[in-house]
């Protein structure tokens, strides 16, 4: 065997080495470039694009290194690399695009962004991230979690929320609508520097009497509700109505956990401790906000990451996971958070919160009037319908407040999506302005 018969054979086996070692790369490179504006991808996006970039130019130098071997192989990549680079590309273009005419509104836009505004809550890491949204009035409120408040005192906290409601004044515009994720136990965003509660749930004891339960609920609310208002929050997204499911939770539930945040399997015990909770944080001036309609105690999924179902028929749901929603609203101004289960009685194809016929329930044989808002809209059971999609469909189902909390450079495409469809004439908001402008938080101006 000659030398050169030996180098031919191990060259070739490099070559098929590299080829597949780089379409491997290409590949996955691909499925990462689509993810690239993911919420779920948030806490690496910085690093993304670059590592991107990094991996495309270290496959296309793979692919020209020994250019006199298998040209269809190698032309496929160069091909397959320039597609990957061009996703990355629309992907960030397209985000830049939004944010630009979204900042650069003027004229009719700007007023017309003024009018959306006022239907969104947006979460922020920093508060520069907003400010100008705040100023300009493209905001209705601001969402609060545990990237605001860490490292920070209770009164660093009031100091910002205060610099935003002043700028508020100043502009002539209402006050923001100022909310936090304050159920106790797990779900205590802003604790520290607010004390730290357990759940409400441990306040049920076997054998307490029920005027007993009521009374230590209410204060339950009363001290959650001066904790907030100390630094400047008017609403809490608390307290949680779904029945506690008789099953553990889901596998693949990472994060809503409802066995472990719901007050109680029995309907009037929730309807019980609910409006007592909920009349103590209005005491201090809190808006409560009842979670998650239609009810997530039976869903069969985790709606932070995938799509989930609630299967019930809708007279279980009247006389089991609706009693504690129906009996607190009714007796209460308090909003009520839409999740984003599909509830497949009244509407299969459609998630609750884009679902004009479940909101048509909630209207009409309810007879309710009241503020309704979405979970965030970057949980991914929404969020892989396409945002803009179903922030539309969200309003048109007469949804009154879109919350983008986890994710809040979302708000740019999303404001730049209401825009056009405010332009089409697709958006008809009257109702829900009229709601809206009776809010605590809007009428609380500056006098």
């Not at 708000?411 to 958006?427: E, N, R, T």
Request: with cysteine; hydrophobic share 45%.
């Amino acid at each position: 065997m000659s030398m050169s018969n030996s180098y031919d054979r191990s060259g070739t086996w490099f070559d098929w080495l590299l080829l597949a070692i780089n379409a491997a790369l290409v590949m996955a490179a691909g499925l990462l470039a689509a993810k690239l504006m993911d919420p779920q991808l948030l806490p690496y996006r910085q690093a993304a694009t670059p590592v991107l970039l990094g991996v495309a130019l270290l496959g296309l130098t793979m692919a020209f290194w020994r250019r006199h071997r298998h040209a269809i192989g190698r032309t496929l990549l160069v091909l397959a690399w320039i597609f990957v680079l061009g996703i990355v590309t629309e992907q960030e273009w397209g985000f830049l695009m939004a944010r630009h005419a979204i900042l650069s509104a003027h004229g009719n836009d700007a007023a017309r962004l003024r009018s959306l505004g006022s239907h969104l809550i947006v979460g922020y890491e920093r508060p520069e991230d907003v400010s100008y949204l705040v100023r300009q009035g493209y905001l209705g409120g601001l969402f609060l979690t545990r990237r605001n408040s860490e490292g920070k005192t209770a009164i660093q906290l009031q100091a910002e929320i205060a610099t935003f409601q002043e700028a508020r004044r100043k502009a002539g515009l209402p006050l923001l609508m100022i909310v936090s994720d304050q159920e106790g136990g797990s779900i205590s965003r802003l604790s520290p520097p607010l004390p730290y509660q357990p759940t409400l749930a441990s306040l049920v004891t076997p054998g307490l009497a029920p005027h007993d339960l009521e009374r230590l609920a209410y204060a339950y609310g009363a001290a959650q509700g001066k904790a907030l208002v100390s630094v400047g929050v008017n609403t809490n997204f608390s307290p949680v109505l779904d029945l506690k499911p008789l099953h553990p939770d889901e596998t693949l539930d990472f994060h809503t956990l409802i066995s472990q945040r719901a007050i109680a399997s029995n309907p009037q015990t929730v309807s019980q401790m609910g409006l007592a909770y909920s009349l103590g944080l209005l005491s201090q001036g809190i808006l409560p906000t009842l979670k998650h309609f239609p009810g997530l105690g039976s869903a069969d999924g985790d709606t932070h990451h995938f799509s989930a179902h609630v299967r019930l028929p809708v007279g279980t749901l009247n006389t089991q996971d609706w009693v504690p929603f129906r009996t607190v609203l009714e007796q209460t101004p308090s909003l009520l958070m839409i999740g984003h289960v599909i509830l497949d009685s009244v509407d299969p194809e459609n998630p609750a919160s884009l679902s004009q016929k479940l909101i048509r329930t909630l209207r009409d044989d309810w007879h309710h009037n009241g503020i309704l808002i979405t979970d965030d809209m970057t949980m991914a059971a929404v969020y892989d319908r396409g945002l803009c999609t179903s922030s539309v469909q969200a309003l048109q189902a007469d949804v009154d407040l879109l919350l983008v909390s986890y994710d809040g450079e979302k708000i740019y495409p999303v404001m730049d999506c209401l825009l056009q469809a405010d332009k089409a004439g697709s958006l008809s908001l009257e109702a829900s302005n009229k709601r809206l402008e009776q809010a605590p938080w809007i009428q609380a101006r500056a006098r």
